[in-house]
């Protein structure tokens, strides 16, 4: 069986659209958020919103290496200089 065909409106290809041309945007405003959840949040909920650092600095373009040794040092005001080096280039 073939899967089902599903056309979007005008309004909803615009949104999709939207969305793709702003993931880059979305992605690090969502890191600049985890940072400040980092400073404040302790074990298991750190890690959380470490693993959805990895996830969010993978879409940004950060290295896998790179991204392993920050998860390693579980240092917050690392990644804010990341995310700050990111924000000047844009």
Do not use: F
């Amino acid at each position: 069986m073939c899967p089902p065909v599903t056309k979007y409106s005008k309004y909803q290809q615009n949104i999709i659209k939207n969305y793709y041309e702003n993931r880059d945007a979305i992605a690090l405003q969502r890191v600049q958020e985890l940072v400040t959840e980092l400073y404040l949040s302790e074990g298991k909920k750190r890690q959380r919103h470490w693993e959805q650092m990895k996830l969010h600095l993978g879409k940004l373009g950060v290295t896998p290496a790179q991204i392993d040794q920050l998860v390693a040092q579980d240092k917050p005001e690392l990644v804010a200089a990341i995310v700050q080096d990111l924000v000047d280039k844009v």
